[in-house]
């Protein structure tokens, strides 16, 4: 079928991305977008969904496509172009599961984004924002601290340290269409030389970030998890604040009241915790892994407590990718079915600024996953690959 067919989903009950009642109909899709909902009468091929409940296309907010294992120097400067053909079967892999929309925060670039607009390997629509900046020895450094080499740039993170350099660096990830910017503000877990807690960059090199994005009427998202780390970035102009584990309750007032989003990464660090020792991840990394595993969910009820909008992302790296839809059953148990739906639908297309996406509605894209009953009654529907579900893209259905 064609991305220009007409297709018809009959007898669904239907989650538009927001509400949390869900509608008995039908979808109408008609050339890559959705032309009715409702007790409308079929065109075109018809796909019963009795029993089904049909949900917009599902959005990850933090994806990775370049990362090709679980960080360091064989990620950032290995050949691209192997990177970028195993990042074409991650990003079909994420399809496959329901994810027809992605944002790439460290990483990706305008040759991976033109081969998806081209159509040279199925893909979710794909937003990048090129390599993260990081500061010297910060969490995007991949150096260890006996180690005696430069490195300036790779295929995830670039080391750009002052607000000239910043600034530059900025507008020419613009110039190349980077959907937004991607940095750095406090330690991480793959990084070995950097305490999580400690905040990176100072007020002044935020802020150059964040004021050249903002003239071109785009956004910043900051690597962050502790509150002086998350303060430090939402007082200076950030808009996402991913991971945000550490996150406590006057933060997330702050948060709230700046209008900034929290984009948890549960499984990240499920699957770390699970597998980082036989897939060889240093055990620095595994030792921070432990001092934020258990916090995420206690952060996204924070953050819901404050008002703060939480969307979803992964942050899978190398052979982790697997763990995506346990991410989805982690976010469930800490936010319920409905916010967690709204997480990965509606909110993460606000974020994204994209109101064509993470709906149900008459003009959106024709992007939705057919689940294989309700989760409203049987949760587990939404992440057992078991089960059957179809993907639809743009009208047409992709698995």
């Not at 940095?183 to 007020?203: C, F, K, N, W």
Request: proline share 4%; net charge negative.
């Amino acid at each position: 079928m064609s991305p220009a067919a007409v297709q018809t989903i009959t007898n669904a009950l239907i989650f538009d991305g927001t509400s949390p009642e869900l509608v008995a109909g039908s979808i109408v899709m008609r050339d890559g977008a959705i032309a009715a909902v409702g007790q409308v009468a079929p065109e075109g091929e018809v796909l019963d969904a009795s029993g089904k409940v049909v949900v917009p296309g599902l959005i990850d907010a933090h994806f990775h496509a370049y990362a090709v294992g679980l960080g360091g120097m064989e990620v950032e400067r290995g050949p691209l172009s192997y990177a970028a053909l195993a990042g074409s079967l991650r990003l079909g892999k994420a399809l496959r599961r329901g994810f027809t929309t992605v944002r790439d925060v460290a990483g990706g670039d305008i040759g991976l984004a033109k081969a998806v607009r081209e159509g040279l390997f199925a893909s979710p629509r794909y937003l990048f924002t090129g390599p993260a900046l990081s500061q010297t020895g910060g969490h995007g450094d991949p150096r260890a601290e006996d180690l005696d080499l430069c490195f300036s740039h790779g295929h995830m993170c670039d080391v750009v340290d002052g607000v000239d350099e910043l600034r530059k660096a900025v507008r020419n990830r613009f110039r190349t269409g980077a959907h937004a910017i991607k940095i750095m503000t406090s330690g991480g877990v793959v990084s070995l030389t950097d305490p999580i807690r400690v905040p990176q960059y100072s007020a002044e090199e935020i802020r150059a970030v964040t004021e050249e994005a903002g003239r071109r009427n785009r956004y910043v998202a900051a690597h962050a998890y502790s509150p002086e780390a998350i303060r430090h970035s939402v007082e200076n102009g950030v808009r996402s604040i991913e991971h945000g584990n550490l996150l406590d309750a006057e933060t997330a007032a702050l948060m709230a009241a700046h209008g900034s989003f929290l984009v948890p990464t549960l499984a990240a660090y499920y699957a770390m915790d699970r597998f980082g020792e036989e897939l060889g991840l240093h055990p620095v990394s595994q030792a921070k892994n432990v001092e934020v595993l258990s916090a995420g969910k206690t952060a996204i009820e924070l953050a819901l407590a404050a008002g703060v909008k939480v969307g979803f992302g992964s942050d899978l790296m190398g052979a982790l990718e697997t763990e995506q839809l346990a991410g989805v059953r982690l976010q469930v148990e800490a936010a319920g079915m409905l916010e967690t739906l709204r997480s990965m639908t509606s909110v993460n297309a606000e974020l994204l600024q994209d109101p064509l996406i993470g709906r149900i509605g008459v003009g959106a894209h024709a992007d939705v996953l057919v689940l294989d009953g309700n989760p409203f009654e049987d949760a587990s529907v939404l992440w057992d690959e078991s089960r059957p579900r179809t993907v639809i893209q743009a009208g047409r259905v992709v698995a």
